[in-house]
């Protein structure tokens, strides 16, 4: 079992930039591909991004594309989302995961995914 503990988030305005970092435990990660959700309150959550476990293939949701990067460094265990041109709309709890099959490769599906971290709030101001 991976443990994931997700780091970087906080208030900012719009217009501004974050980087989120997600650390997993466990000799096993580089086995993982890996994505990001989020959730507001009141709303499902919801994929933002993900990649394969050699970081070669990335994947976005299109409200992000453009702004949001996806990357990984398996030397440190740790799985990154930079956050660029940050919106109100983005506004949300952000949640780390990884996909425990599929062959590496990332996927969109909430169900795709396993072991999730305790998230990290992210809060943008307009």
């Known amino acids: 079992q991976v443990q994931l503990v997700e780091s970087g988030g906080g208030l900012v305005q719009a217009g501004g930039s974050l980087r989120l970092s997600c650390t997993a435990s466990g000799r096993t990660f580089s086995n993982y591909a890996l994505g990001w959700f989020r959730q507001a309150p009141g709303k499902e959550r919801e994929f933002v991004a993900a990649?394969?476990?050699?970081?070669?293939?990335?994947i976005y949701t299109d409200s992000v594309k453009g702004r949001f990067t996806i990357s990984r460094d398996n030397a440190k265990n740790t799985v990154y989302l930079q956050m660029n041109s940050l919106k109100p709309e983005d506004t949300a709890v952000y949640y780390c995961?990884?996909?425990?099959?599929?062959?590496?490769?990332?996927?969109?599906?909430?169900?795709?995914?396993?072991?999730w971290g305790q998230g990290t709030q992210v809060t943008v101001s307009s």
């Open positions: 995961a990884t996909r425990p099959g599929g062959s590496g490769f990332p996927s969109s599906r909430v169900a795709d995914f396993g072991s």
């Open positions: 990649i394969s476990r050699s970081g070669a293939m990335t």
